[in-house]
């Protein structure tokens, strides 16, 4: 199946929703849709994805659940709590979960290469302009269904340090990330990614901005458009250091994707379970 997708701006309006709501976009036969942008994985998609794999490396994107030391953002240490709700991840698995092509955007190595320094704790923020330089930089080019990966380098910061080294970076609720602007929700829809994910924290950077002044971390941009309106998975605190050293000796920042969270009926968050191959 492939769809023709109205851009961000062409979205029909949905009643009490904002601009750029894509509910009912997916729906077929008269019936509600549930897997969002994931549909965007289509068996020709992913059948596509699969002519990346050259050397046949693969390379794992999760960090150990136990890197996190002292969580702050909102986040527990490793636990276990059920809760019945009527949908959730398990919907992924009746549809194979996640596989495509993945993209990565090393800004990380972007940033040292052009003198650009930046704290994984500040709120330092990139843009949609910012990414498509450093794909051009990379000699990447995006596809509708691709799924979206940034490094900012944070994981691999935060895995060096201590506890009590960990809760003073983190107790300032500051991160880089994506700018959280209706701009960027625009530009991720135009792009028709199936999914987005990061090394960072919560992927877009904190704490949210209006009209340059710091608004609470409940109030995040870019979860609201792409979790609630477009049905966009967002994946946090990837490995993505391994991923970003094969990809410069194959001079390829393109890959095979694969992502099975766990299948918990009623579950809302999962380890990626992610695997790229090369």
């Known amino acids: 199946m492939s769809f023709q997708l109205p851009t961000f701006d062409e979205l029909p309006p949905v009643e009490g929703m904002p601009q750029g709501c894509a509910w009912g976009i997916f729906d077929k036969d008269g019936r509600n849709d549930i897997f969002g942008t994931l549909n965007l994985l289509t068996p ?15 390379v794992s994107l999760n ?19 059920v ?30 290469h052009k003198g650009i320094q930046y704290s994984p704790f500040s709120s330092h923020r990139i843009t949609p302009s910012d990414i498509e330089t450093v794909a051009a930089y990379q000699g990447t080019k995006f596809q509708p269904g691709d799924i979206l990966i940034i490094r900012f380098g944070v994981t691999e910061v935060l895995g060096k340090l201590n506890a009590e080294e960990q809760a003073a970076a983190m107790s300032t609720h500051h ?24 090394d960072n924290v919560a992927v877009e950077a904190m704490p949210p901005m209006l009209d340059g ?19 966009l998975p967002l994946g946090e605190l990837w490995y993505l250091k ?23 009926p009623g579950a809302v968050g999962s380890p990626a379970n992610a695997l790229a191959i090369i």
């Open 213 to 231: 002044k710091e608004q609470p971390l409940t109030q995040l941009v870019l979860h609201q458009w792409c979790l609630s309106l477009f049905g």
């Open 242 to 264: 391994e991923l970003a050293e094969k990809c410069r000796d194959e001079r390829k920042w393109t890959f095979l994707l694969t992502s099975a969270p766990l299948n918990v």
């Open 83 to 112: 809760m019945k709700l009527e949908d959730g991840e398990t919907e992924w698995h009746d549809r194979g979960c996640i596989v495509g092509r993945g993209v990565l955007i090393d800004y990380k190595s972007y940033a040292d």
């Open 44 to 58: 020709e998609v992913v059948k596509a994805a699969t002519a990346e794999v050259r050397k046949g490396i693969s």
């Open 175 to 198: 991160a880089c990330g994506l700018e959280g602007t209706e701009e960027m929700a625009r530009w991720i829809w135009n792009n028709h990614f199936a999914a987005v994910a990061s």
């Open 63 to 81: 960090w150990s659940l136990e890197s996190i030391k002292n969580p702050e953002f909102f986040r527990k240490s490793l636990s276990h709590k």
